[in-house]
C-alpha cells in the first residue's frame, strides 16, 4: 500500500449505531478514496464479515476492528481492537458479555427515560426490532422519530448526554481487560479520541501509561473532528508514552458533514503509524497491504 493513500482506522455500519450497512459503508468509504479500512462498530463484529467481502469486491484494504467500551478510573474509555482476529475465543466470550451489559444497560436507559417523561420503553421496542446491538444513538434517533427531541444533538443534550436521566452507570470491564482481549485476538489496542474524555493533562498520561503497560499499541492522534490543538496535543500523548499512531474518522452517518472517511491529517514524522508494524493483515480480502 502507497504510504500516503488515506487511512480510516474508525468506522461505524448497522451494526451499531451506523447509518450505512456494512457493505453501503465499504463502497462509501472506497468511494471517498481509502485504500485501508476497519470496521469498528461498538462491542460487535456483526458487520465484519460482510464489510470484508465488500472491500474485496472495491480491492480496498480492510481489517476487522471493534470499539470495546471500558473502564477506567470510573469512567468510560472507547479501546478500538484493530486488526483482530474476529474468532478468537478471548475475544467472543469478551463480546458476549458486552452484548450482555449494552441490553441490561439499554432495559436500564428506557425505565429511566420513561420515569423522566420520555417514551423508553417505545423506543427500545423499536431500537430491538431493528436488530442493532443498542447505543445511546439508537435510542435519541428513536426519541427524535417519537417527537421526544428536535434533533439527535438536542436529544443528547436533554435525555442522554452527560447528566441526564439516560446517561446510566454501566458495568463496562477495566480497560486492562478489554485491551487484554484485543492482545489474545492478535490486534492492536488504540486509545479511540484520546481529547474527548474530560480528564486533566496529567490523567490522561497516566491513562495512556497504563494502557501501554497493560499491552495497548497506539492512541488515535488524528479523530473525526478533533481540533488543530487536539491533535498536537494527541501527537505529544503519543511520544511521551511511546504509543504509535491511529487515524479514523469516527464516521457514523452520510448526513453529518462534519466527519467524512478518509479526510483525514496525515500522522506527523514523530509518530509511528499503528499500521505498517507489522502490516496490518488483512483478514477475509486477499489483497496484502505493501
Ligand atoms: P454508548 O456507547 O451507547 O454510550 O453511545 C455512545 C455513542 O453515542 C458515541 O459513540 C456517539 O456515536 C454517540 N454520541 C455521544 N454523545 C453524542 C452527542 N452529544 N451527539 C451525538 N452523538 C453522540
Ligand atoms: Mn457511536
Ligand atoms: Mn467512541
Ligand atoms: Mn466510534
Redesign the pocket.
Same mark, same amino acid.
Given at each position: 500500500m502507497n504510504p500516503h493513500s488515506p487511512v480510516d482506522l474508525h468506522l461505524?455500519s448497522t451494526a451499531s @449505531?451506523g447509518m450505512l450497512e456494512p457493505a453501503a459503508l465499504v463502497a462509501h468509504v472506497a468511494g471517498c478514496g481509502v485504500a485501508l479500512m476497519a470496521l469498528t462498530d461498538?462491542?460487535t463484529v456483526d458487520g465484519v464479515a460482510a464489510a470484508a467481502a465488500a472491500a474485496r469486491a472495491h480491492g480496498i484494504g480492510f481489517v476487522a476492528g471493534v470499539?470495546l /467500551?471500558a473502564c477506567w478510573r470510573g469512567r468510560?474509555i472507547?479501546v478500538l481492537g484493530l486488526a483482530i482476529d474476529p474468532t478468537c475465543a478471548a475475544i467472543v466470550r469478551g463480546l458476549e458479555s458486552q452484548r450482555a451489559v449494552?441490553d441490561a444497560?439499554a432495559d436500564r436507559i428506557a425505565e429511566r427515560l420513561d420515569a423522566a417523561g420520555a417514551p423508553g420503553t417505545t423506543a427500545l421496542a423499536g431500537i430491538r426490532a431493528a436488530g442493532s446491538l443498542?447505543?445511546?444513538?439508537?435510542f435519541?434517533r428513536a426519541l427524535v422519530a417519537l417527537g421526544a427531541a428536535a434533533d439527535?444533538?438536542a436529544a443528547?443534550?436533554r435525555w442522554?448526554?452527560h447528566g441526564r436521566p439516560g446517561a446510566v452507570r /454501566?458495568d463496562w470491564p477495566e480497560l486492562a481487560e478489554a485491551t487484554a482481549w484485543i492482545v489474545a485476538a492478535g490486534g492492536k489496542a488504540v486509545i479511540a479520541h484520546p481529547m474527548r474524555y474530560p480528564l486533566s493533562a496529567g490523567a490522561r498520561r497516566e491513562l495512556c501509561a497504563e494502557f501501554a503497560a497493560a499491552g495497548g499499541r497506539g492512541v488515535e492522534v488524528v479523530t473525526g473532528g478533533g481540533s488543530p490543538r487536539d491533535r498536537e496535543q494527541a501527537i505529544s500523548l503519543a511520544v511521551r508514552c511511546r504509543l504509535e499512531g491511529s487515524v479514523g474518522s @469516527?464516521f457514523?452517518d452520510p448526513a453529518v458533514p462534519w466527519n467524512p472517511p478518509g479526510r483525514l491529517a496525515k500522522l506527523p514524522a514523530s509518530v509511528r503509524p499503528v499500521w505498517l508494524d507489522p502490516p496490518f493483515p488483512v483478514f477475509g480480502t486477499d489483497a496484502q497491504p505493501a
Open positions: 461505524h @449505531d461498538h462491542d470499539e /467500551s468510560a472507547h449494552r444497560r443498542p447505543t445511546r444513538t439508537h435519541a439527535v444533538g443528547f443534550e442522554l448526554g /454501566s @469516527d457514523h
